[in-house]
């Protein structure tokens, strides 16, 4: 009779629909929230993963160096563990570089004798190197290489890059605790009610010989449905986002087109509902007592 | 079947038993007699640990009972068929589902389910009511639902506390050759009744209580 804790639990839902559906509401709302926090904060991630690539430093050298001893630089540069690749850049290349880029407004350069620009060592770190410790450690030991002038990396930009991705980090690691909390509180809440509801039908069953299983398993399939239903409300709800909002404002407002939407993920929804659910119902019913 | 040995149940101050011993033997069909507040019905919640003794043993089907594990409780009140005061009756579920209540715990298949209700129902003479649900039916025939859920799943005791206390005399006589009945299959019955019409000229054994002693055992 594997059959009948599911039609004591079916009989239940329908019965009592109206407690049923505004708990499952409740869970597919909190559940959206949470998608959308993680879809943010996996976005955020995946910004910040691309920035180490385009990372790099620079080291402008002293006038008088020779080529040996600008050779010599690279190689105590190559040594460094932090250090991808470097690259030599001659004060001519560097100027070179600079016209281009300001090409059709040349006219800033009028006036200037000679070429102002150093000779430089662009340093690309490796990808896992690229945090403002690493790099603070690094500028501050390249520094001291003889003949080198200057270190310039974006140190404050790297700074506030790391502190805004800790603090999405931590804020949505908070946010999913809270809300996976409220989705275990609502199905503990409904259950709880229904226990009490049944208080006497449960006594009755204790007292035929119901062992504790077949008390809990309508009850515990009654959470996970309200769970699961819940999941499966807010995966539709994230789909209906990306689609509606996301998907047709990409065409008007291009940022939205660096948008990440990871579908694998948006299907946990339901068992993660389900699973809240079940939790939910079972700290819920606690312990039965004969 | 049934053996109580010294058992004593105080609440807070009050004495509701006090160092019964007695045997029901196995197939006997006896009576607990005595006014409201003898201890008739704590007598019965101890025998399916409804209630714990504070002092002494009790055995049913020769294993003592005071020590089981809460796992182990379900067990014994499967083998015991109760008939309660107040009938414990679902009255979100007709009569059919009442009764196949105490199979569906059991784990028992639909196809018996459906066999032994409606067998049940025609001992109680109750076959056309098992559609009907509990709170359209009169006092008596909700009695005899209860008793049809108490004999369904065959039992080897059936508990009936005041089983007559809310039907007539003609209903109560019925109620009464139903007990008969099942009795004669080998069932062990114990009725506590403070309804002396009900055990008058039986032949069967009578326990007498008064403020929870056991004050007399004679034949009725």
């Not at chain 1, 949505?172 to 609502?186: D, P, R, T």
């Amino acid at each position: 009779m594997a059959t009948y804790p599911f039609r004591l639990a079916l009989r239940s839902i329908l019965h009592e629909k109206w407690i049923n559906l505004l708990s499952v509401l409740a869970i597919a709302v909190s559940l959206l929230m949470t998608a959308l926090t993680v879809l943010s904060v996996y976005n955020v991630d995946v910004a910040t993963q691309k920035l180490p690539e385009r990372f790099s430093m620079m080291l402008y050298l002293k006038d008088t160096l020779s080529g040996g001893e600008v050779e010599n630089i690279m190689n105590t540069l190559k040594k460094e563990h932090p250090v991808e690749s470097v690259k030599y850049i001659s004060k001519d290349q560097a100027l070179k570089e600079l016209k281009t880029m300001l090409k059709g407004t040349e006219h800033v350069l009028e006036g200037l004798e000679g070429n102002p620009l150093p000779d430089s060592i662009e340093i690309k770190l490796k990808k896992k190197a690229v945090g403002p410790e690493t790099a603070q450690q690094l500028a501050a030991r390249v520094k001291e290489i003889k003949g080198v002038d200057d270190v310039e990396y974006g140190e404050k930009f790297l700074f506030a890059l790391s502190s805004i991705k800790i603090g999405v980090k931590t804020i949505g690691i908070l946010f999913i605790v809270i809300m996976s909390a409220s989705v275990i509180f609502v199905c503990y809440s409904t259950v709880k009610i229904l226990f009490y509801r049944k208080k006497e039908e449960i006594e009755t069953y204790k007292l035929l010989g119901a062992t504790k299983g077949f008390i809990r398993a309508p009850f515990i399939i009654e959470g996970a449905f309200i769970g699961l239903s819940g999941g499966i409300l807010s995966l539709l709800g994230i789909l209906l986002v990306y689609y509606i909002v996301i998907f047709r404002l990409s065409h008007t407002i291009p940022i939205f087109n660096a948008f990440v939407f990871p579908a694998d993920m948006s299907f946990l929804l339901p068992p993660v509902g389900l699973f809240l659910g079940i939790a939910g119902a079972a700290i819920a019913i606690g312990r039965i007592k004969y | 079947m049934i053996h109580f040995e010294n058992v004593s149940k105080h609440y807070d101050t009050q004495t509701a038993l006090r160092n019964l011993t007695f045997s029901i033997e196995k197939g006997e069909m006896a009576f607990i007699t005595g006014p409201s507040g003898s201890g008739k019905t704590t007598l019965l919640k101890l025998i399916y640990l409804s209630e714990k003794p504070d002092e002494g043993t009790i055995s049913v089907d020769g294993r003592e009972i005071n020590g089981l594990k809460e796992s182990e409780i379900p067990v014994l009140r499967r083998k015991i068929g109760f008939v309660f005061q107040d009938f414990r009756l679902l009255n979100n579920r007709n009569v059919f589902e009442n009764i196949a209540l105490a199979l569906r715990i059991r784990g028992i298949n639909n196809k018996d389910v459906k066999t032994r209700v409606f067998d049940s129902l025609k001992t109680v003479n109750l076959r056309h009511k098992a559609d009907y649900y509990p709170d359209t039916l009169s006092g008596g025939e909700q009695q005899r639902v209860v008793i049809a859920r108490a004999i369904v799943s065959e039992p080897t005791v059936i508990l009936a506390d005041e089983p007559t206390g809310n039907v007539d005399p003609d209903t109560s006589a019925g109620i009464m050759r139903t007990f008969k009945n099942i009795n004669a299959t080998g069932t062990t019955i114990i009725i506590a009744t403070h309804n002396r019409k009900l055990f008058r000229d039986t032949g069967r054994r009578v326990l007498r209580l008064d403020t929870g002693n056991l004050v007399s055992e004679e034949q009725g």
